[in-house]
């Protein structure tokens, strides 16, 4: 996008001043600038027309830590607002576009990034906690409704073994099919929090792969082993059972 329209880019802020955690610089829409909000209230509106859901995922996750701080524009906003950094203008800018959305009869849903800074109104949130189990209770006590989707269960890119030819990243740790199976997304939730926990992810990225077997490596068995888990009570698992049937699971 900013790329492709550079009127969305503050031309005082230098082309190199932060990076993503993936190495891409200055790559964050600027909530200083107006006409980002003109660009996503066009995006918002085709996408309402496309789509019934009521909600509408929106992102916001791993913007780095000094994101904008090397903009006037967004300086200038946060002595305006008395806005705290990088978090403090994503919790203005996901606010602007929470309103944008409810406006269009639409609710957010988001990675549980969206929290930061002082986060959106929680009523009818829905936020995807990814970064480590605990966050999604956390998430839970601020009033958000979570899909639990961590990557130390869920990730099914992460590697599953620890042996040197297994294919796959290791940032959340290995995860072996048998973990992704017994993982209780709803077991460390308060019994008075359990109705915030709205459901479970599966999730791949799959930037990295080579080819399908590659893929099917990887997602198969713990795509259905994440699908019967987000159905079966704790004391109905039974991972001998499920080891022999899944192999008559279909892959891709």
Partial sequence: ????????????????????????????????????????????????????????????????????????????????????????????????????????????????????????????????AWR??????????????VVMTPGQAYYLDMVQDEAWQEPGASWAGTVPPHHTYHYEAVGDFPEDLKPRLRGVQACIWTEHFLNRDYFNHLVFPRLPAVAEAAWTPRERKDWDRFSALVRLSPTL
């Fill in 1 to 128: 996008i900013l790329a492709a329209l550079p009127e969305l880019v503050d031309g005082q802020e230098a082309p190199d001043s932060y990076r993503s955690v993936q190495g891409f610089p200055n790559n964050a829409l600027n909530p200083a600038i107006e006409e980002t909000y003109m660009f996503l209230g066009k995006v918002f509106d085709e996408m309402v027309e496309l789509f019934p859901s009521k909600l509408i995922h929106i992102g916001g996750d791993e913007v780095a830590d000094n994101t904008w701080m090397a903009s006037p524009l967004a300086r200038k906003l946060m002595e305006k607002e008395g806005l705290d950094g990088t978090f403090g203008l994503q919790s203005h800018f996901m606010k602007r576009i929470q309103k944008m959305l409810a406006d269009r009869g639409r609710s957010m849903a988001g990675w549980d990034e969206v929290s930061h800074g002082g986060g959106v109104d929680p009523d009818g949130t829905l936020l995807m």
């Fill in 132 to 145: 480590a189990p605990e966050v999604g209770v956390e998430l839970a006590k601020e009033g958000y409704d």
